[in-house]
């Protein structure tokens, strides 16, 4: 039986959050937590290949305690079992670290039930670097294959999957073995409304909590702050796009005056690339 | 088929929450389907909690729940179009366990109050709505959501929908309401610093104040205002029959930035920053209003039930009291094995004896009484506003001849009579 693995993170929802004007980072407190929404494509294709060729679902975050409520979010959506590593040692993690910590999860998972397949969202939209799906792929040693915009077909029994990815110039087909680990796109899919009992059950659901010294050779020295190599040196916000000018009159005028905006900008268009 | 339930209770507010929590708490297996992201999500209240019908609930629920701050005065302002007749009490007596009440903002104070349901053991069910009740042969026997495979099944179902109750107007236990029964109120949160709140309102810290508003705060039309004190906000307010609306042709937010400028208030909110607007239907139809409240599987309790004291502002404490007693006899059937409207009316029996049915009986004619004569908020409050500021102005006239001229300025000995009578009956209606 298939065993699909979606990495899913909480994060706050920065369609609302508010900006600390002081220091330029995110004032947490002012929104909502919610599950990554490329996270929520990610175990919505978990769950359509588990229906597809039957199988199991399982979720895995790492987060502080109330990340639980992103993890029921994802039994909405029909995933099997959640499993959460929680620990303050784990705080302040870079992608590098959190990719570590990750995959001594995974190895812990492994030994409940092997897995066959990793899937993660394309980025997360506080961090927004898409690079911890691939640090888990680099550190399990399996192929990594990031933009997934479909999953054509899944063979457990001949090992290999056939996936889109998305290229800068249209789309490639490509056939890697399995195991291995998936970055979905948003088109991927669409996250229909969750069926009533899925509510009842993640309503109910209590995930499996690790801490630290529930994972096997862990290297401590590896995780959270002191994992991360990663130093951010200065935060600052990016400056307010210059007011514009609107054009108005008939649409014949308006393509008069923008050409001759051109033309009077001309080394504009051209520094930034044109010829 | 899908999973059953010993009872579905439709809608988290105050009187869905409290049911569930006693239903859990009483062995029931209970699910509570709000439509809201969470529980209060949606949810409008001036934000007077009144302690005791909570601690019916929850006993010392004060030592845990996110509250704003124990009211330890209470004032009320007539007010005129540049000037106001203020009274009220304070009493540090009010700011001391166990309190009297409490100003409390919905959005957190529900979604603390449906955890301890779930503490219960109560199933809470998020961002699902509930579209009609499913009834077979005369039984109401489960509910439909929204949601794919959304029907679930129970013996009985508890409409706690608020105001406007779509599912109990199905089930053709009320009518549509007409616009002389129901209040619209609109209210802002307004951000400000919580030193300044202190200081602006005479207060130290974890001590409230509430500003009842008469007269003038809805600009003539029947209705009433408030301004609440929470920890770092206030809350104003306005309500008015929506056939006051109507009649005036004013827009609800109009009549809020009336009141948010009016010379009165203004100098309160000064510096605040708007943080929150919100309007909600207010059910102020009273006892005569009140539909049908049990059938064959069903029970409707809290605004759903059109249960509100309007002219005391008690809403919430009627909702939970409801909830608590229909969970009750919820139990009762249970032991019975009987869900029929037979046994169930006990609890409408038990609500009408309760302080709530009292309380419904008492005021039933206040509303309508003072829809009937304007002359109280046209005329009597600006009357009062010119007597105190006649009386009090000195001028070298003596307090005798400032009397006789109040009281001839009132108007001939007919109109006297009238007043008279008209305080008598107002006296009548609101004791
Ligand atoms: C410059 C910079 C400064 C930062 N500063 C801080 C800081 O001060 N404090 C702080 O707390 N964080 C900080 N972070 C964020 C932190 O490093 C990242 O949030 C974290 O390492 C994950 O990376 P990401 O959010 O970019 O995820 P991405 O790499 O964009 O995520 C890709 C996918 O990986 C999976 N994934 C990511 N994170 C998790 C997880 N926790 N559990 C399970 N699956 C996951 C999901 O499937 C996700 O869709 C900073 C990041 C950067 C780049
Ligand atoms: C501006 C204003 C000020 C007020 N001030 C006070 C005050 O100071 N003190 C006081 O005691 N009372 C006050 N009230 C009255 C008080 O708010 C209500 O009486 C009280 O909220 C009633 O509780 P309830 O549980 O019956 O309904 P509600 O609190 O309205 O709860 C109903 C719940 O049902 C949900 N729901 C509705 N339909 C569905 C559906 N189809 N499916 C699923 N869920 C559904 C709603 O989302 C909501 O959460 C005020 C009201 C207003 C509008």
């Known amino acids: 039986m298939l065993h699909i693995v979606a990495c899913i993170k909480q994060v706050p929802d920065t369609k609302i959050i508010k900006m600390n004007p002081k220091t330029n980072t995110m004032d947490r407190a002012s929104a909502p937590a919610i599950l990554n929404p490329y996270d929520a494509h990610a175990v919505e294709e978990a769950v359509r290949i588990k229906k597809k060729y039957g199988g199991i679902v399982s979720v895995l975050t790492m987060g502080p305690p109330p990340a639980v409520k992103a993890i029921k979010k994802c039994i909405e959506i029909g995933a099997d079992e959640g499993y959460m590593i929680s620990d303050r040692r784990f705080a302040g993690a870079d992608t590098l670290a959190t990719s570590y910590a990750l995959t001594k999860a995974l190895d812990k998972i492994q030994k409940i039930r092997p897995v066959d397949l990793i899937l993660c969202g394309k980025m997360t939209i506080d961090g927004d670097t898409g690079q911890v799906g691939p640090g888990i792929a680099r550190r399990l040693d399996i192929p990594p294959l990031t933009s997934v915009k479909k999953v054509e077909a899944v063979h457990q029994e001949e090992g290999h999957i056939i996936v889109h990815r998305k290229i800068e110039d249209g789309h490639e087909v490509i056939q890697s073995t399995l195991p291995c680990l998936l970055s979905v796109e948003k088109e991927i899919n669409e996250v229909p409304y969750s069926s009533f009992p899925n509510m009842i059950k993640a309503a109910r659901y209590d995930p499996v909590i690790w801490s630290v010294d529930d994972l096997e050779d862990v290297d401590i020295k590896q995780l959270g702050l002191k994992g991360s190599p990663t130093i951010v040196a200065k935060v600052w916000a990016p400056p307010k796009p210059e007011g514009g000018k609107m054009l108005e009159g008939s649409p014949d005028d308006q393509v008069d005056q923008i050409l001759s905006v051109i033309l009077e900008k001309k080394e504009l268009f051209q520094a930034k690339g044109g010829s | 088929m899908s999973e059953r339930f010993d009872c579905i209770v439709v809608g988290a507010g105050p009187a869905g929450i409290a049911c569930a929590y006693e239903l859990a708490k009483g062995g029931a297996k209970v699910v509570l389907i709000e439509r809201g992201e969470y529980p209060g999500s949606k949810n409008v209240m001036g934000g007077v909690l009144y302690r005791q019908m909570m601690e019916d609930v929850i ?373």
Request: charged share 25%.
């Open chain 2, 59 to 431: 006993p010392g629920f004060y030592k845990e729940a996110p509250l704003e701050r124990p009211i330890v005065e209470q004032r009320f302002m007539m007010m005129d179009k540049e000037s106001a007749v203020t009274f009220g009490y304070k009493g540090m007596e009010w700011g001391k366990e166990p309190y009297n009440n409490f100003t409390v903002l919905r959005a957190k104070f529900d979604q603390w109050f449906a955890s301890k349901a779930v503490e219960q053991g109560a199933l809470l069910i998020n961002e699902t709505v509930v579209t009609e009740c499913i009834v077979e042969e005369g039984r109401v026997v489960g509910v439909q959501t929204d949601r794919p495979d959304g029907e679930v099944y129970a013996d009985v179902v508890v409409l706690a929908d608020g105001v406007n109750s779509l599912l109990a107007k199905s089930l053709g236990f009320h009518k549509e309401y007409r616009p002389d029964e129901v209040a619209l109120a609109t209210m802002e949160i307004l951000k400000l610093d919580k030193k300044i709140i202190e200081d602006r309102f005479n207060l130290e810290p974890n001590q409230g104040c509430t500003i009842e508003l008469f007269g003038d705060a809805t600009n003539g039309i029947l209705g009433t205002g408030f301004l609440y004190t929470n920890k770092d906000s206030l809350s104003i307010g306005v309500g008015t029959l929506l056939s006051g609306l109507i009649k005036h042709k004013i827009r609800p937010y109009e009549l809020l930035e009336y009141v948010k400028n009016h010379p009165m208030i203004r100098p309160y909110l000064q510096g605040s920053e708007q943080q929150e607007y919100l309007a909600h239907l207010i059910p102020e139809g009273g006892y005569k209003s009140m539909g049908k409240v049990v059938g064959n599987g069903v029970i409707v309790v809290g605004d759903a039930a059109q249960l509100v004291n309007a002219i005391h502002r008690e809403g919430s404490n009627l909702a939970m009291t409801s909830g608590r007693i229909a969970a009750e006899t919820i139990l009762l059937a249970m032991q019975a094995g009987d869900f029929s409207e037979a046994l169930l009316d006990r609890y409408r029996v038990k609500l009408m004896n309760s302080f709530v049915g009292q309380d419904m009986k008492k005021y039933k004619d206040s509303t309508h009484h003072f829809d009937k004569f304007p002359q109280y908020f046209d005329q009597y409050i600006p009357m009062m506003n010119r007597a105190a500021s006649q009386m009090f102005t000195v001028d070298g006239k003596s307090k005798w001849e400032k009397q006789k001229k109040i009281w001839k300025d009132i108007g001939s000995p007919r109109e006297k009579i009238k007043i008279a009578r008209d305080a008598y009956r107002a006296w009548k209606v609101m004791k």
